[in-house]
Nanobody
Framework: QVVLVESGGGLVQPGGSLRLSCAAS????????MGWYRQVPGKQRELVAS????????FYADSVKGRFTISRDNANNTAYLQMNTLKPEDTAVYYC??????????WGQGTQVTVSS
């Protein structure tokens, strides 16, 4: 049973920071590339960052490059997303997941990030 639990979201002012956590269980976390995704109501979910299984390679969407940092702790089956210099357009529900064998794992509930004055 795949379980992904996101946490760490909240309300922050523009320019602020948040650190999101993704606690994973039910699959071989250390063998999976993990990604952080975000979704705004009425819009398609988008990939914002990903990290390979060993943590050696990362990807960032242009919109977050230089501001967000993805990391992982394979010993604790946890992925992180450090978000700095947050902007209102970063407001979304953030999810973690892995695309494997043609599909995503079971989605968690996500964590709400709201950037507003």
């Amino acid at each position: 049973q795949v379980v992904l639990v996101e946490s760490g979201g909240g309300l922050v002012q523009p320019g602020g920071s948040l650190r999101l956590s993704c606690a994973a269980s039910g699959f071989s976390f250390r063998l999976h590339t993990m990604g952080w995704y975000r979704q705004v109501p009425g819009k398609q979910r988008e990939l914002v960052a990903s990290i390979t299984s060993g943590g050696l390679s990362t990807f960032y969407a242009d919109s977050v490059k230089g501001r967000f940092t993805i990391s992982r702790d394979n010993a604790n089956n946890t992925a992180y997303l450090q978000m700095n210099t947050l902007k209102p357009e970063d407001t979304a529900v953030y999810y973690c997941n892995s695309y494997t064998s043609g599909s995503y794992l079971q989605w968690g509930q996500g964590t709400q990030v709201t950037v507003s004055s």
